[in-house]
């Protein structure tokens, strides 16, 4: 069962994460620790995540506007979203 | 004539059973015909992001209305859960079991509950378009705890589906699809997100329902029928949509069912509860307060029964498609016959003279 905890409050389990893909490109997602959401590369779109249920209707979706785009590789940089 | 009926309607709310529902007859009236006329005041823009197909329901209003529905949800509903159960019921039909399986928007709630271990289902992913219904969902979890099965839950939209390709065993849907603009699409992406051999089973309104409803009025008093009901799928076309989705051993059925309420408001508070009001883009957003009494009266008056109650039809399409498997019947293909007709038929006709 999965049961809330404050402790990973943003974490989506990871049954879940193996098979979302963003839900306009079907590529994969990235999840981002310090934002907590969902990165979808492909189209630079974040998808939020509330209360561990990660939201992947197109109209959540926040485009990345920020000049330094997140690197995969190290793990997220800083990102700033216009609401 | 019908006005001062309505208005007699009007007073027997007031101080009958259902001034537990609205406080007065205007607060009745007001919900009456937000109902039949969805929000008014709500508009929406084109969105840049979706293509330009031709929009006929207004998701975004349907996502207000289950967020809505969520608040409401809360009774047994017998209509909603005898549809589930027919629908799990065809898991036992098979001796597959399902391990993964995504509960599409529609009736969820009433899935999750009746499932009582059908199909082997180990993963049930829930999925919906309002993340209050979502949360009302996780939230009420712990009501129906089942060792054997984890839920998962996440906020989608049928028409553009977040599931990786060939991850699923088994894609449910009660009650959701019919308000989907490209149904076609929608079961494309249902059919991609599933493995070789799994299962896709619908159950969806179809075009009989609420054959008589509410347009009677409005063309008796503004001389025109705007669309207030959806446009819903005719079984004719239930299976062409499974086999446009590309799904392997189609197979469709109808059931009807008749819910008998005890009046008109009752019928529309039930629709509201299954977040079932006009989304239609094209609905008209001035409906006059005399036409959603009239209809009401109107309605009352030529459907009551003889016990006063008002009977409703819902009429349910029940698809099921398979993806395609190599283990799967298939017709084989033209010219690979060894026998020909004439063959078949001299055997028949020396069979008779014998």
Known sequence: ?83 | MAVSAARVIAGEWASGKHSRLFPSPAAAITAFSFAIAGLASFCTEADGVLSSRVKIFDRDLKRKHRDRAAWLMGGKNDFVDSVAENLLDRLEDCKKTFSTALCLGGSSEAIRRLIRGRGGIEKLIMMDMSLDMVKHLKNTEQNYVSNNLETLYMVGDEEFLPIKENSLELVVSCLGLHWTNDLPGAMIQCRLALKPDGLFLAAILGGETLKMACTIAQLEREGGISPRMSPLAQVRDAGNLLTRAGFALPGVDVDEYTVRYDSALELIEHLRTMGETNALLQRSNILKRDTALATAAVYESMFAAEDGKIPATFQVIYMTGWKEHPSQQKSKSRGSATISFEDIQNHFRSNEVS
Request: glycine letters at 8%; aromatic letters at 2%.
């Open chain 1, 1 to 83: 069962m999965v049961r809330g905890s404050r402790a990973h409050a943003g974490a989506i389990s990871k049954a879940l994460l193996d098979i979302l893909v963003c839900p306009v490109s079907k590529q994969p997602l990235r999840f981002c620790q310090e934002t907590q959401s969902l990165i979808s590369d492909a189209i630079g779109v974040s998808f939020p995540v509330v209360d561990e249920i990660p939201c992947l209707v197109p109209r959540d979706g926040k485009i990345i506007e920020d000049k330094e785009k997140m690197t995969s590789a190290n793990g997220p940089g800083s990102a700033h979203h216009h609401r």
